[in-house]
């Protein structure tokens, strides 16, 4: 139960190292959603997030001789930083196994607090075998970051602080959820003391382990995770987590990249803070769940949980946030290739500002254009769509196309009308070089590539669009060579943003 959790929270060693973080009133979020909105400030902790608290109490609870051998973990982000940091503090030995995709900024945080990182692997799940391996062979202790209940417990510190700087009616607390570690300890301490206060995690689209798993009523293990949201890509939730979760879990709520991108930028607009998107991903759920109940005039707490973010990602998180938070709508149209036909057009989108407006010359009877629109909300974007056939159009709405808002609207060239035989893929690269000499070596020059569009976006893995001329006799070969690859992919040669400014 929930309350066997409470000594262990109550007694935990994070305040040797972690701050008891503010609990801000968000003004401007407050108005916007018609709540009372309050942030629980964990980016403001030492190492920028609150996975401190665990990794400290984990460490404190081991034995000098324990410690000596040192500590060893497997991590691509905020828990390396937790650990490498507790473990100068203890003035222990810690090493850190990373994926060879980390990005260097991560890296030299962990080494600036003295641990020894082991580059290994292009993914979490590789790092995370190399590192038992190590632990195995080294006898030392391996931190993980989440499943543990000193780990869990060091987390729920978090919830008897919400409860102690906040002691009037609260409606919900929203988390984050990876692996489940944060959402375990807060909610364990909240429904031990005040059970009538909704807990409610929050989790990004495909990285949804924790809601598969209710609903299933047993751990499911994920295909692929969203990389996007890096601080909660987790495949499977742990056993002990999850046996937490069952009990204390009122809802999970699932939002898309775009909503997360929305998020940060609310944040930011009312506290001036830059939130990393697994620190802001919580407030995207509150503002879901807010529209989707109708709540009104309720006290709402976020778990603001890291601010460990690439500069480099804030332009994506740019390009996206008025998409997320649909005030920019997507649209591939269809006009007469004629003099006139784009002032009748933007006559027929009216007072709205254009943000682009992209268009190559292909076919001498009528243009394909991509065109993005300012709107206020769905609403208007509907009222759009309506006057757009009115006049005689066939808009169709690109705003939720990943293919169109990741590659579509940087590209440049047109249709191929040579390319026979052309399918279209988009990948996921491992952010390292070599990435491409593997997936061209894989290829073996068996079919020519007609088409190819990279753009990082300062994430661990590179979104490709890539065109190969595959004949239809050897489309089994082609599935044999996608299996050796080894890199997530999605088939888009159906998708009309394809068929509109490609194919």
Request: hydrophobic share 40%; net charge neutral; with cysteine.
């Amino acid at each position: 139960m929930p309350e066997k959790y409470l000594k262990k929270i109550l007694t935990s060693h994070v305040y040797d190292v972690a701050h008891e973080t503010p609990l801000e009133h968000a003004p401007l979020l407050s108005e916007r959603t018609c709540n009372t909105v309050f942030l629980k400030r964990e980016d403001e902790q030492p190492v920028f997030s609150f996975k401190i608290r665990g990794a400290y109490n984990k460490m404190a609870g081991l034995s000098r001789d324990v410690l000596k051998r040192g500590v060893i973990c497997a991590s691509a982000g905020n828990h390396a930083q937790g650990v490498a940091f507790a473990a100068q503090r203890m003035k222990t030995r810690a090493v850190v196994v990373m994926p060879r995709t980390t990005p260097e900024i991560k890296i030299n945080a962990v080494r600036s607090y003295g641990a020894r990182v082991v580059l290994h692997g292009d993914n979490y799940d590789a790092a995370w075998e190399h590192a038992r391996g190590i632990c195995e062979k080294k006898q030392m202790t391996f931190i993980h970051p989440f499943d543990d209940p000193d780990v869990i417990a060091g987390q729920g510190t978090i919830g008897f602080e919400i409860l102690k700087q906040h002691p009037q009616a609260l409606e919900a607390v929203f988390v984050p959820v990876g692996g489940g570690g944060l959402i375990g300890g807060i909610g364990a301490y909240i429904k031990a003391l005040r059970p009538e206060i909704k807990v409610i995690g929050v989790e990004a689209e495909d990285c949804d382990a924790m809601e598969k798993s209710l609903v299933a009523g047993k751990r499911i293990m994920l295909d692929h995770v969203n990389t996007f949201v890096d601080g909660t890509a987790v495949r499977q939730v742990g056993s002990e987590t999850f046996r937490l979760a069952k009990q204390v879990i009122d809802e999970v709520v699932v939002v898309s990249n775009d909503e997360v991108c929305a998020a940060i930028k609310d944040i930011f607009e009312d506290r001036r803070s830059i939130l990393e998107p697994a620190g802001a991903l919580a407030m995207a759920g509150l503002k879901a769940w807010v529209a989707k109940h109708r709540v009104k005039n309720r006290n709402l707490v976020v778990i603001a949980s890291g601010a460990n973010v690439n500069f480099d990602r804030l332009r994506h998180v740019a390009e996206r946030a008025e998409v997320g938070e649909r005030r920019e709508a997507i649209l591939a149209v269809t006009i007469p290739e004629k003099p006139g036909s784009f002032k009748k057009f933007c006559a027929t989108i009216g007072n709205r500002g254009i943000t682009e407006f992209n268009y190559r010359y292909d076919d001498p009877a009528r243009a394909h254009i991509f065109v993005g629109v300012q709107i206020h909300d769905q609403k208007e974007e509907k009222q759009l769509m309506t006057a757009l056939r009115k006049h005689g159009y066939k808009p169709v709405d690109m705003t939720d196309n990943e293919m169109a808002k990741l590659h579509i609207r940087h590209m440049v060239g047109g249709h191929a009308t040579n390319a026979i035989d052309e399918i279209v893929y988009r990948f996921m690269f491992p952010e390292r070089p070599g990435a491409l000499m593997n997936f061209l070596n894989t290829m073996g020059g068996r079919w020519n590539i007609s088409l190819f569009h990279y753009r990082n976006h300062g994430a661990d893995f590179g979104r490709v669009l890539v065109g190969m001329q595959v004949p239809a006799n050897e489309q089994k070969e082609f599935r044999e060579f996608l299996d050796r690859l080894g890199y997530d992919y999605t088939d888009e040669t159906g998708n009309p943003a394809y068929k509109l400014f490609l194919g």
